[in-house]
């Protein structure tokens, strides 16, 4: 096979491991284009491989991005010690469900095909929790938890032996655990996220404080970016009345508000006037209120996302 044909066919398989290469890389870093960089660093890597002792190409290739993975979060750390607010990048899709339920509003068949959300996701409150382990915590929670690679897979990828990994697995879900504003509460259905949005949504643009009060948890937590608050590099605000008294400086924005599903939750897209997208709404949610509120509204990162299908294809909220 000529090197060109044995390159072709490397890329093919190459293609093949991208899917949960990017994911793997998007859940340790929380950034699409860092999640894109590492992946191609793989790629290249890849290329200048000997191939003969590459056993097993799926595991040499997210030990690979695994390791540049723990490579940046070690950087990052180092540089986000004295930032407050550290949020994800969001992954942002359609909200199915409710698309269907404008169709039938509409006398439309509810026999459209759409795409189905991804499954391989992970949630906004997990990613702000995952911030606070260490590096190697957080690419072994990561394998181990969500990715279900043994310990004596990833021993390797950190340097430790398979006993300290299983003690690095276990500290990190303790923390991880004592961390979740949800655990021991029931969770959500679709529809019911959907209706506590709707509400928190709806009130806002009525600017009635009660009905916000409402649906947001009392020890409610909202996370910005700078986006939402330029004179800052983010900011966090607690308690239902602090957030409601933010809410409602938004309520313009909130009457152009779409549905979508933001990291796999209820959530939503709002408008500038000009048609220019203001901002993502992200929501976590338990015993049908808003315990957490994640606005996104950087201007380079939402030009990393393809909001454009969200501005007339769905209906508002």
């Given at each position: 096979?000529?090197?060109?044909?044995?390159?072709?066919?490397?890329?093919?398989?190459?293609?093949?491991?991208?899917?949960?290469?990017?994911?793997?890389?998007?859940?340790?870093?929380?950034?699409?284009?860092?999640?894109?960089?590492?992946?191609?660093?793989?790629w290249?890597?890849?290329?200048?491989?000997?191939?003969?002792?590459?056993?097993?190409?799926?595991?040499?290739?997210t030990?690979?991005?695994?390791?540049?993975?723990?490579?940046?979060?070690?950087?990052?750390r180092?540089?986000?010690?004295?930032?407050?607010?550290?949020?994800?990048?969001?992954?942002?899709?359609?909200?199915?469900?409710?698309?269907?339920?404008?169709?039938?509003?509409?006398?439309?068949?509810?026999?459209?095909?759409?795409?189905?959300?991804?499954?391989d996701?992970?949630?906004?409150a997990?990613?702000?929790?995952?911030?606070?382990?260490?590096?190697?915590?957080?690419?072994?929670?990561?394998?181990?938890?969500?990715?279900?690679?043994?310990?004596?897979?990833?021993?390797?990828?950190?340097?430790?032996?398979?006993?300290?990994?299983?003690?690095?697995?276990?500290?990190?879900?303790?923390?991880?655990?004592?961390?979740?504003?949800?655990?021991?509460?029931?969770?959500?259905?679709?529809?019911?996220?959907?209706?506590?949005?709707?509400?928190?949504?709806?009130?806002?643009?009525?600017?009635?404080?009660?009905?916000?009060?409402?649906?947001?948890?009392?020890?409610?937590?909202?996370?910005?970016?700078?986006?939402?608050?330029?004179?800052?590099?983010?900011?966090?605000?607690?308690?239902?009345?602090?957030?409601?008294?933010?809410?409602?400086?938004?309520?313009?924005?909130?009457?152009?508000?779409?549905?979508?599903?933001?990291?796999?939750?209820?959530?939503?897209?709002?408008?500038?006037?000009?048609?220019?997208?203001?901002?993502?709404?992200?929501f976590?949610?338990?015993?049908r209120?808003?315990?957490?509120?994640?606005?996104?509204?950087?201007?380079?990162?939402?030009?990393?996302?393809?909001?454009?299908?969200?501005?007339?294809?769905?209906?508002?909220?």
């Amino acid at each position: 096979m000529s090197p060109m044909a044995e390159t072709k066919s490397l890329a093919a398989c190459f293609e093949e491991q991208r899917l949960h290469l990017e994911s793997l890389a998007y859940r340790l870093l929380g950034s699409l284009s860092q999640a894109d960089d590492a992946v191609q660093e793989a790629w290249q890597r890849l290329l200048r491989v000997d191939l003969a002792q590459v056993d097993d190409l799926s595991a040499w290739l997210t030990a690979v991005v695994a390791r540049v993975c723990l490579d940046a979060l070690r950087k990052q750390r180092a540089r986000r010690r004295s930032l407050p607010v550290q949020l994800p990048d969001p992954l942002v899709e359609r909200d199915p469900g409710r698309e269907a339920d404008a169709d039938a509003r509409a006398g439309q068949p509810r026999t459209a095909k759409r795409a189905p959300p991804r499954t391989d996701t992970i949630s906004l409150a997990l990613f702000v929790v995952l911030e606070t382990l260490t590096p190697a915590e957080r690419l072994t929670f990561v394998l181990q938890e969500l990715c279900a690679l043994p310990s004596e897979q990833i021993a390797p990828i950190v340097g430790r032996t398979p006993t300290a990994v299983r003690l690095l697995a276990s500290r990190a879900r303790r923390r991880v655990l004592g961390a979740s504003c949800t655990v021991g509460r029931p969770a959500l259905s679709h529809e019911q996220q959907r209706r506590a949005v709707d509400t928190f949504l709806a009130a806002t643009r009525r600017r009635d404080f009660d009905a916000l009060l409402a649906v947001l948890d009392s020890n409610v937590v909202l996370r910005a970016d700078r986006g939402a608050v330029p004179s800052t590099r983010g900011c966090e605000l607690r308690g239902a009345g602090q957030v409601a008294k933010q809410a409602l400086q938004f309520a313009r924005l909130a009457e152009t508000a779409r549905p979508a599903l933001v990291n796999g939750t209820a959530g939503a897209v709002s408008w500038l006037p000009g048609g220019q997208p203001f901002s993502v709404l992200g929501f976590t949610l338990a015993d049908r209120q808003i315990v957490e509120l994640y606005v996104f509204a950087d201007p380079s990162r939402l030009a990393q996302l393809d909001l454009a299908k969200f501005a007339a294809a769905t209906p508002k909220l």
